[in-house]
């Protein structure tokens, strides 16, 4: 296998699959760029907000995530996408399962191919 350029987020994991490297001060500016791209968009497409309500329910320390005042007002974050590439049904959170819906996976590999399609 050869070296990974560290100037270059991209990974090869399998011959099926390529995944973006998140932790890397690189892969992490381009998603960062990424996600404020789709927000400007956003914006300039005078589409109506979802609601956000369900984000009460999170605990404590997820809801720290998006209550950071100076967050834009859709706070997409880095996490968030990093989990889509993945593409995990459940996710567990302090020893409790998390079961992700359909329509949550489906939207998740969307925005991902997207951001993929980008490169």
Known sequence: MREQDERNPVQQINRNKTLYDFDSEHGLE???KYLECLENLFA?????RASREYRQHF???YRVLYDNPSASPLNYLVEILDSAQESFPYL??????YEFSQMVLQQGNLMYQTFQDLK
């Open 30 to 32: 381009g998603c960062r």
């Open 44 to 48: 300039l497409s005078f589409l109506k």
């Open 59 to 61: 605990t404590a320390a």
């Open 92 to 97: 567990w959170v302090n020893g409790k399962k």
